[in-house]
């Protein structure tokens, strides 16, 4: 019997390491990685990126993989700090920077955990600091460029409007992605030896002064992919329309509120790039450090259907209605 016992008490051991390892084999698959989102403001491009994003991540891993901490600063810095210490806090396993201030913010807060812009301008201007010759940082951050071919743009401007005599420039002074462009599309502009004079606005609270100041000493006005401004566009409609004065925009979102034309990507699919770029860093199949700046492909030529008619503009017919 007592044999007996010892056997069946070994027999139950065993079973139970077995069981044991089988729910320890189990629990590991059920790995979910968490992921934080710091948007710097709410509107259309960025919502997009954001969304292309985390879809790209739950396609390749599936939603019971991947919890989604997702925070929106309403433009503000110092809740843009806020958001990035909490998520560097909770040691979450990526950080997604979507937009400027936040790559800068969070590019700041850690060197250990991986970071991914999207949204992002010029990551050499946000860093401060050059790309390596694979076009990677060689630090915790990579991430996708939303830059479209400024040269483009300016020739758009050429092409709708050949008879301006000086362009606007548009912008916020507070953002280094905006600042990069305008610099830029300076360069182009004086290469046509077209006049431009920039009008810059520190926050949403003057947008609606400077714009009426650009309206009133120029035929045209030029506002580059500004976080600021896309989040204003009814503020600066409202001064353009009725002085009729048009915009070129530099994205889709900036030029449906308030312009007329724009040279631009999609921010979903450069969101979902850059989920797909997370899934390769959360995996471990690639190194942050070592992946280099994905760019937006195949930007589209769209206009304001409803504007350019109040307007009395005429667009040709390569360009897409939004």
């Known amino acids: 019997m007592k044999k007996t016992a010892i ?16 729910s320890t084999e189990k629990s590991a698959e059920k790995t979910t990685y968490n992921v934080g989102i710091c ?12 969304q292309g994003f985390e879809d790209a991540i739950t396609d390749a891993l599936g939603k019971d993989k991947v919890s989604f901490n997702y925070q929106n600063a309403s433009a503000d810095m110092a ?30 807060a850690t060197d250990t955990i991986p970071i991914l812009g999207t949204s ?10 050059p790309l390596d010759s694979t076009g ?8 996708a460029s939303d830059l479209a071919p400024l040269d483009k743009q300016a020739d758009m401007i050429k092409e709708l409007f050949p008879d301006a005599k000086n362009v606007g420039l548009l912008y916020c002074s507070a953002e280094a992605n905006s600042i990069y462009q305008i610099t830029e599309m300076e360069k182009y502009l004086d290469n046509m030896g077209i006049k431009h004079t ?6 949403s609270n003057d947008v609606a002064s400077v714009t009426q100041s650009a309206c009133s000493g120029c035929d045209v006005i030029y506002i ?9 566009t009814e503020a600066i409609r409202n001064v353009v329309e009725p002085a009729k004065v048009p915009v070129v925009a530099g994205e889709e ?42 760019y937006a492909a195949n930007p589209i030529k769209k206009y304001n259907a409803e504007l350019c008619q109040t307007l009395g503009i005429s667009i040709p017919s390569d360009y897409t209605a939004i």
Do not use: W
């Open 7 to 22: 056997i069946c008490l070994t027999l139950l051991m065993c079973m139970a390491t077995v069981f044991a390892g089988g």
């Open 39 to 50: 948007q710097f403001v709410q509107h259309v491009a960025l919502d997009a990126a954001t």
């Open 79 to 108: 809740t843009v700090t806020t958001i990035i210490n909490s998520l560097v806090s909770d040691k979450v396993d990526l950080i997604l920077a979507n937009a400027t201030p936040p790559l800068q913010s969070a590019a700041a």
């Open 120 to 129: 992002i301008t010029d990551y050499a201007t946000a860093l401060g600091m």
């Open 136 to 143: 990677a940082t060689g630090i915790n951050v990579s991430g």
């Open 198 to 203: 920039r009008y810059a606005f520190t926050d």
């Open 224 to 232: 580059p992919t500004d976080n600021t401004a896309a989040s204003c």
């Open 253 to 294: 979102g900036i030029c449906s509120g308030c312009g007329v034309a724009t040279l631009t990507i999609s921010y979903y699919d450069l969101g979902y790039t850059t989920g797909k770029m997370a899934v390769q860093v959360l995996t471990g199949a690639s190194d942050v450090a070592k992946m280099p700046i994905e």
